[in-house]
Nanobody, 124 residues
Framework: QVQLVESGGGSVQAGDSLRLSCAASGRTSGNYAMAWFRQAPGKEREFAAALNWSGGTTAYEDSVKGRFTISRANAENTVYLQMNSLKPEDTAVYYC?????????????????WGQGTRVTVSS
């Protein structure tokens, strides 16, 4: 089992930045791809960003490309999501997810472990 705990959410103004963190614990040995998904009020959870075990391959949802950056520090079992130029439409609960295996995944069902989420609210 792998436990994931997100942090770093909050309320900000449009144009501000936030950095989300996801700390993994438990059976963290082995290769895991990591991702961030988000769920806006009244909507289904959607993919935001992902990267593979080495961090050399990333994927982003189109609306966050150029604004969000996903990265990881394997020595600390932590993955980050740097969010810049935030927009009101980025308002959502952000979930960290881990996928056994090295490859990037962009679909909910590809991920084996989930955190509880951290809320991000962006005001105009």
């Amino acid at each position: 089992q792998v436990q994931l705990v997100e942090s770093g959410g909050g309320s900000v103004q449009a144009g501000d930045s936030l950095r989300l963190s996801c700390a993994a614990s438990g059976r963290t040995s082995g290769n895991y791809a990591m991702a961030w998904f988000r769920q806006a009020p009244g909507k289904e959870r959607e993919f935001a960003a992902a990267l593979n075990w080495s961090g050399g391959t990333t994927a982003y949802e189109d609306s966050v490309k150029g604004r969000f950056t996903i990265s990881r520090a394997n020595a600390e079992n932590t993955v980050y999501l740097q969010m810049n130029s935030l927009k009101p439409e980025d308002t959502a609960v952000y979930y960290c997810a881990a996928r056994i295996g090295a490859g990037v995944g962009v679909i909910n069902d590809e991920y084996d472990y989930w955190g509880q989420g951290t809320r991000v609210t962006v005001s105009s």
